[in-house]
């Protein structure tokens, strides 16, 4: 009976716990997405980086974050779509249904 519980304790502690699953980095899209809720400000920013020509004045030297503003008040725009949006083409598409 002593041989057994010895050999009991030893398979038991050789049994390996099982492997810590390590954590996945962010990848890029992670990075780029807006913290908090989507502004103007962010959505200009990411025009900006996209070069899109919404990002700059109008003729009439209207900024971008204005613009938006103004259309917030008349035709809300998807903020958070337009935030994340690949193409200046795409974010133009963020309130087709």
Request: hydrophobic share 55%; charged share 5%; glycine share 4%.
């Given at each position: 009976m002593t041989r057994f519980a010895l050999?009991?304790?030893?398979v038991l502690c050789a049994?390996?716990?099982p492997p810590t699953p390590t954590p996945t980095p962010p990848g890029?899209?992670?990075a780029d997405a807006p913290v908090g809720p989507?502004?103007?400000a962010a959505v200009c920013a990411h025009y900006a980086a996209l070069g899109c020509p919404?990002?700059?004045q109008t003729a009439h030297?209207?900024?971008c974050e204005t613009v938006c503003a103004n259309a917030q008040a008349i035709t809300p725009w998807n903020l958070a779509c337009?935030?994340?949006a690949p193409t200046c083409a795409a974010a133009d598409t963020c309130e087709t249904p």
């Open positions: 050999l009991v304790a030893l049994c390996p716990s890029p899209a992670a989507a502004t103007c919404a990002a700059q030297g209207v900024s337009r935030a994340v």
